[in-house]
């Protein structure tokens, strides 16, 4: 059996503990944009977030 290189499932709750605590330091709305701002700015990101957003319109 080959070991694994990483461990995903330790790289997700390291990512989400980071987000978690930095979100803490701002409040929803100061979160909610800059999230925003972060998948705008992403190559990959930008794509789903804008579908996303077209479709939460059409509802």
């Known amino acids: 059996m080959n070991k694994k290189n990483f461990d995903c499932v330790e790289m997700k709750n390291q990512i989400q503990k980071k987000l978690s605590e930095e979100k803490k330091k701002y409040t929803k709305?100061?979160?909610?944009?800059?999230?925003?701002?972060?998948?705008?700015?992403?190559?990959?990101m930008s794509k789903v977030w804008k579908n996303a957003k077209k479709d939460r319109l059409k509802k």
């Open 29 to 44: 709305d100061e979160w909610d944009k800059r999230r925003e701002e972060r998948f705008l700015n992403d190559p990959i």
